[in-house]
């Protein structure tokens, strides 16, 4: 549909576990996304489970604080 491969995915519903993380790897992706709600690590970070945040309707000081919040 859009001429270029898709690098990322991202779980349905969040839902990953040793088995779907295994097949995305498998099908070439570079990186897939569930929907735990806290910021990429610096360090140490699995690219086939990485975390994302929802962004809501707020300020930017709320959107500070969310991207700096530890992991829940």
């Known amino acids: 549909i859009?001429?270029?491969?898709?690098?990322?995915?991202?779980?349905?519903?969040?839902?990953?576990?040793?088995?779907?993380r295994a097949a995305v790897e498998e099908c070439g992706f570079a990186w897939a996304c569930s929907t735990q709600p806290c910021p990429v690590p610096r360090r140490g970070y699995d690219r086939y489970a990485l975390?994302?945040?929802?962004?809501?309707?707020?300020?930017?000081?709320?959107f500070e604080r969310a991207l700096g919040a530890a992991c829940t």
Request: with cysteine.
């Open 2 to 20: 859009t001429g270029r491969a898709i690098a990322g995915f991202a779980y349905p519903h969040g839902a990953v576990d040793g088995h779907s």
């Open 51 to 62: 975390p994302r945040i929802p962004v809501r309707d707020c300020d930017g000081e709320a």
